[in-house]
């Protein structure tokens, strides 16, 4: 089992940045596919992006790629999101997620999540 907690969150302006992080205790964090998903007005679970268990390999919804960037350090337990270029439609609770693969291009089964840090962009 393992225990997620996001932290990061917070109110920013459309084109600012901000950078999520995802702690994880419990059971060896690098035996574990990570992801990030996001529930918005209108929007529920969305998936935003995955990273492998090495981080090797990593993948993003269309809307976020170029912006947003998906990374893990083993070593400490977790995962980031550097969020740039924020629009208003980034709004939503961030949620971490985990699993314990198959590693897919679009994440979509979740073992353990968090409860979230919620992300608010101003226009």
């Known amino acids: 089992q393992v225990h997620l907690v996001e932290s990061g969150g917070g109110l920013v302006q459309a084109g600012g940045s901000l950078r999520l992080s995802c702690s994880a205790s419990?059971?060896?964090?690098?035996?574990?596919?990570m992801g990030w998903f996001r529930q918005g007005p209108g929007i529920d679970d969305e998936f935003v992006a995955t990273i492998s268990e090495t981080g090797s390999n990593t993948d993003y919804t269309d809307s976020v790629k170029g912006r947003f960037t998906i990374s893990r350090d083993n070593d400490k337990s977790t995962m980031y999101l550097q969020m740039n270029s924020l629009l208003p439609e980034d709004t939503a609770l961030y949620y971490c997620?985990?699993?314990?693969?198959?590693?897919?291009?679009?994440?979509?089964?979740?073992?353990?999540r968090g409860q979230g840090t919620l992300v608010t962009v101003s226009s």
């Open positions: 419990g059971r060896t964090f690098s035996d574990f596919i």
């Open positions: 997620a985990a699993n314990l693969g198959p590693y897919k291009t679009t994440m979509r089964l979740i073992n353990y």
